[in-house]
């Protein structure tokens, strides 16, 4: 594909608007998910089912004045929530959503994705820096040494399918699994490395995912109980509401890339469910898996910080590395 | 080495547990009241400030014997009755409640022997004027007959 300006400008816009499109609602589905597991209806006075919810609360948003505190390092201040935002929107353009929808496919998608993924610790930690407040530097000492500890057994996980695969496009990683449940990532026993460990790798990847994105149990950074609203205390406007949408954008990417590597992509789980387009396929598996990210926020309390960093380095990344190496002596072996 | 997995999987086995009641709860219905639009029914033990009974004609049963205002420890009551011609009691002209000093202690109603007081189920009392809290009583018996 010729990549002129008029190709760019649509694939951002596209990339933009989806994210933008499902924070907005996934914000009234985690709101409207919540409620029914307390029991409770949620948002349901503006529109059906409250659907207008979100969109008020951005008009909402934006009209509040962006209040920057005295003695905060304005640049950085204002810079924090961009650079929340905007790593999430741009790997939207790698993410192949079906084997023609994709803005623009790298050959090291895998890379890129982490690259950009890794800004959103970097923004927390602005965000927390600039506010000048203490509560605000408590939690970025927290955001950073979670997205550390978490992006270590994570990337060993992606090495691990990286290693299959052979490669880091992420349309060779998805079509490397066709033809089926049993050639995914998750339960490769037909594949090329039958290793019986993939879905703890799946459930680490899953769990480090979770914990990226800065989401109960981990949202040790926000801990509204201990430190007011962690980072974004001193946040108002449009400034919380980028780091609210970032919040959900990152949950989208989470998801996507937890499809890509484990679930398949847009392969359906049998081959002959094949004549349904792939690009349903593969929302389908991203909103079951955002789902679950909701349901595991409603269902958890938080936990400490000591055990969060104990699960990371005690368990996951052994077991990380542990199945790192299977994989490779599988496919020696085989 | 034992204790290490044990612990791993025991603590995965209490993560399920706990997602599979929040499951449940999902597809269990809703309890709230949505109160403005939907209002519960009070007991009947509820205490809300006292009202006059109506007997069949709607009326009061009161005889403006005064004993809920001698019982009354705040002095929120004040009841005033005249005697009609050809009849032999009193019949109830006003019935004053002054709920701003009423601490709901419900000797009036222990005090009535003639079954003319009781407790409302008046729970929505907010309001930003002291007069509101005046409440005549009788005048509420006649809006409540028509």
Not at chain 1, 26 to 47: D, M, S, T, Y
Request: with cysteine; charged share 15%.
């Amino acid at each position: 594909m010729e990549l002129s300006l008029l190709n760019i400008l649509i694939g951002v816009i596209a990339a933009i608007a989806f994210a933008a499109v499902n924070a907005a609602y996934l914000v009234w589905a985690e709101r409207r998910g919540a409620a029914r597991i307390q029991r409770r209806p949620g948002p349901n006075i503006n529109g059906p089912f409250g659907l207008l919810q979100p969109p008020l609360d951005g008009i909402k948003l934006m009209c509040k004045q962006l209040i920057i505190p005295g003695g905060a390092d304005k640049a950085l201040f204002i810079a924090a929530p961009v650079l929340a935002m905007a790593p999430a929107i741009v790997s939207f353009v790698t993410i192949p959503f079906s084997e023609k929808i994709v803005a623009h496919n790298l050959n090291v998608g895998v890379l890129a994705i982490f690259a950009f993924a890794s800004m959103g610790g970097i923004s927390l930690l602005f965000a927390g820096w600039s506010s000048r407040n203490k509560y605000a530097v408590m939690s970025s000492v927290r955001a950073v040494s979670q997205a550390i500890a978490y992006e270590i057994p994570m990337l060993i996980t992606v090495i691990t399918v990286v290693m299959i695969t052979n490669s880091m496009d992420l349309m060779k990683i998805v079509q490397q699994q066709a033809g089926g449940l049993l050639h995914w990532n998750i339960i490769p026993l037909a594949g090329d490395a039958p290793n019986i460990l993939m879905p703890f790798s799946f459930l680490i990847f899953f769990i480090c995912s979770l914990a990226e994105t800065n989401r109960a149990p981990f949202d040790l950074g926000e801990a509204e109980s201990e430190l007011v609203a962690g980072f974004h205390t001193e946040y108002g406007s449009m400034g919380f509401g980028l780091f609210f949408m970032g919040e959900y954008a990152n949950i989208v990417i989470g998801a996507c890339l937890t499809t890509i590597l484990f679930l398949g992509g847009w392969y359906a789980p049998i081959p002959f469910l094949d004549f349904i387009p792939g690009v349903i396929w593969f929302l389908l598996k991203i909103y079951l898996l955002i789902a679950t990210f909701i349901w595991i926020r409603w269902t958890f309390p938080r936990t400490t910080i000591y055990g969060l960093l104990n699960l990371s380095w005690k368990i996951l990344i052994p077991l990380s590395m542990f199945n790192l190496l299977l994989t490779a002596g599988l496919l020696k072996v085989f | 080495m034992v204790a290490y997995f044990t612990e791993i999987f025991s603590g995965l086995w209490s993560l399920i547990v706990g997602l599979s009641i929040t499951f449940k709860e999902f597809f269990s219905p809703t309890v709230t009241v949505q109160y403005p639009y939907e209002t519960l029914k009070m007991p009947d033990n509820f205490r809300g400030h006292i009202q006059l009974i109506a007997n069949e004609e709607g009326t009061s049963n009161c005889i403006v014997c005064m004993m809920c205002q001698r019982a009354c420890p705040s002095g929120c009551i004040s009841v005033a009755g005249k005697k009609e011609e050809g009849q032999k009691k009193k019949t109830l002209t006003t019935y004053m409640l002054d709920f701003t000093r009423c601490s709901l202690c419900g000797s009036c109603v222990e005090s009535c022997n003639f079954n003319a007081i009781e407790y409302s189920d008046e729970y929505r009392l907010a309001s930003t004027k002291k007069e509101d809290f005046i409440i005549d009583l009788l005048k509420r018996l006649e809006e409540k007959k028509s």
